[in-house]
T-cell receptor, first 114, second 115 residues
Framework: AQSVTQPDIHITVSEGASLELRCNYS??????LFWYVQSPGQGLQLLLK??????LVQGIKGFEAEFKRSQSSFNLRKPSVHWSDAAEYFC????????????FGKGTKLSVKP | NAGVTQTPKFQVLKTGQSMTLQCAQD?????MYWYRQDPGMGLRLIYY???????DKGEVPNGYNVSRLNKREFSLRLESAAPSQTSVYFC??????????????FGNGTRLTVT
């Protein structure tokens, strides 16, 4: 079955520390992979996406993610977290011909300590 | 750029009432979607429209209807609201349901409570 797993429900990091949010997927076809961020009461903003090519992708707000096919993972990273990064982060997967049906993980809530 | 615009932002309904959630996008996208978001469940697809004039069921279509009014607008209707439909509803759009490489763009959501 197609699925996306974000193993960490809640992560707390100190401001200025590095961040890695984990995402593992199970998908039969070659995947499109996305990371979205959602601030409280807001919609989902696309941080970055992987379609093909270079497996390390750069996104907005200083985020990057690395696609590792052998591990079925697409982890999100940031070298130095800012207080404004506190939000919920969602990993999602789709595919060519999936009729736009993105499969979402259940999200990881990020808290940032001063 | 407005992107994807949803109205209303908040709504409270009594069980059995009906309402329509409106969505419009100004990115000239062909495909549009309605998702619902529930705590601990992530987002689940209700209906989608691959192109103007077509609509199809997603993962959780029961209790909902949709209309693709034109290329810009895609509405979601609850004919007889139930407490289980209390949720946050997101409209989204993309260039195509086939090619998602340019991303799926979301509106800011409608928070619906059914009492």
């Amino acid at each position: 079955a197609q699925s996306v797993t974000q193993p960490d429900i809640h992560i707390t990091v100190s401001e200025g520390a590095s961040l890695e949010l984990r995402c593992n997927y199970s998908y039969g076809a070659t995947p499109y992979l996305f990371w979205y961020v959602q601030s409280p009461g807001q919609g989902l903003q696309l941080l970055l996406k992987y379609f093909s090519g270079d497996t390390l992708v750069q996104g907005i707000k200083g985020f990057e993610a690395e696609f590792k096919r052998s591990q079925s993972s697409f982890n999100l990273r940031k070298p130095s977290v800012h207080w404004s990064d506190a939000a919920e982060y969602f990993c999602a997967v789709g595919a060519w011909g999936s009729q736009g049906n993105l499969i979402f993980g259940k999200g990881t809530k990020l808290s940032v300590k001063p | 750029n407005a992107g994807v615009t949803q109205t209303p932002k908040f709504q409270v309904l009594k069980t059995g009432q009906s309402m329509t959630l409106q969505c419009a996008q100004d990115m000239n996208h062909n495909s549009m979607y309605w998702y619902r978001q529930d705590p601990g469940m992530g987002l689940r697809l209700i209906y989608y429209s691959a192109s103007e004039g077509t609509t199809d069921k997603g993962e959780v279509p029961n209790g909902y209807n949709v209309s693709r009014l034109n290329k810009r607008e895609f509405s979601l209707r609850l004919e007889s609201a139930a407490p289980s439909q209390t949720s946050v509803y997101f409209c989204a759009s993309s260039e195509s349901v086939i090619f998602l490489g340019s991303g799926v763009h979301f509106g800011n959501g409608t928070r619906l409570t059914v009492t």
